[in-house]
C-alpha cells in the first residue's frame, strides 16, 4: 500500500476519490475517503470564492487529514464568446415547451460567462489543502508558484502524452492519466475531444515510458 504517491500526498492508501462538481461533493464525503485514508476530494470549479470558502471550514470541522480541491483552469467555453443572440433566442425558443410541460420557469441565458478561476484560487490559497488538483488546462507560473510555496502539492489531468509533458513541464507534482473510459469527464486541453481517445492502459504505458512524474490512472469519475 506504500507507493510513491502515498509518500508524495501524506496518504496511508493509494486511493483517490474522484472530485465531483456540480453539487455532488461535500464535506461529509470527502471526509469519509480522507479519514479512511485515501484522498477525499472536493469539485469546486462551480463555486463562488465564498462557497469554497465555506466549503472549507465544513472540512476542517470533518476531518485533520490530507484533502484535495479540484478546479477547472479553463472555466469559460472560448465558443461563446460573442456568442450571436439569434442564436440565443433560437436556444430559447427550442427548450421552452420542455420548461412549460413541467410548469418552471426558462432560465435567463446568457453567453457573457466571467472566469471564476483566479478569484478560486486565492481561496484555495487560504485554506491551504493538502492538494490542488486542476483539469482543462495548466495554471500559470504564478500560481504553480505559490502552491509550491505554501506547501500544497499540485496534480494536473492527461488524456494525451503531449498533455502530460506539458504538466511535467510545468513541474506539477503528479499526473492524472485520463483514458476513453472516463467518457464525459475526459479533460482534454490540447486537442479537441474527439482527437483523444488514447486508452487508459496504453495512456499509462506512454506516460511511464516518456515521464518520470508520479502517474495517478483515473477511471470514469474515479481514480486509483
Known amino acids: 500500500m506504500k507507493t510513491k504517491i502515498t509518500e508524495l500526498l501524506g496518504i496511508e492508501h493509494p486511493i483517490l476519490q474522484g472530485p465531483m462538481g456540480g453539487g455532488f461533493s461535500t464535506a461529509s464525503l470527502l471526509a469519509a475517503v480522507s479519514n479512511a485514508g485515501g484522498l477525499g476530494s472536493y469539485g469546486a470549479y462551480t463555486l463562488t470564492p465564498e462557497e469554497i470558502r465555506q466549503a472549507g471550514k465544513e472540512i476542517k470541522l470533518a476531518t485533520s487529514k490530507p484533502y484535495n480541491i479540484n478546479l477547472w483552469v479553463n472555466d469559460v467555453?472560448?465558443?461563446?464568446?460573442?456568442?450571436?443572440?439569434?442564436?440565443?433566442?433560437k436556444l430559447k425558443h427550442?427548450?421552452?415547451?420542455?420548461?412549460?410541460?413541467?410548469g418552471i420557469s426558462l432560465p435567463d441565458l446568457s453567453s457573457d460567462i466571467p472566469s471564476k478561476f483566479e478569484k478560486q484560487v486565492e481561496v484555495l490559497f487560504e485554506l491551504k489543502p493538502a492538494v490542488f488538483s486542476f483539469i482543462f488546462g495548466i495554471p500559470s507560473k504564478e500560481i504553480l508558484q505559490e502552491s509550491r510555496k505554501l506547501g500544497i502539492k499540485t496534480v494536473g489531468a492527461a488524456t494525451t502524452l503531449e498533455e502530460a509533458l506539458a504538466l511535467e513541464d510545468a513541474e506539477v507534482d503528479a499526473i492524472v492519466a485520463a483514458g476513453f473510459e472516463a467518457g464525459g469527464h475526459r479533460p482534454t486541453f490540447l486537442k479537441p475531444a474527439q482527437d483523444s481517445f488514447t486508452g487508459l492502459f496504453s495512456l499509462i504505458q506512454q506516460l511511464k515510458a516518456k515521464t518520470k512524474t508520479p502517474i495517478i490512472a483515473r477511471w470514469r469519475n474515479y481514480r486509483c
Do not use: A
Not at 78 to 89: G, M
Open 77 to 89: 467555453d472560448e465558443s461563446l464568446i460573442n456568442y450571436p443572440k439569434e442564436k440565443l433566442e
Open 94 to 102: 427550442n427548450f421552452k415547451p420542455y420548461f412549460d410541460e413541467l
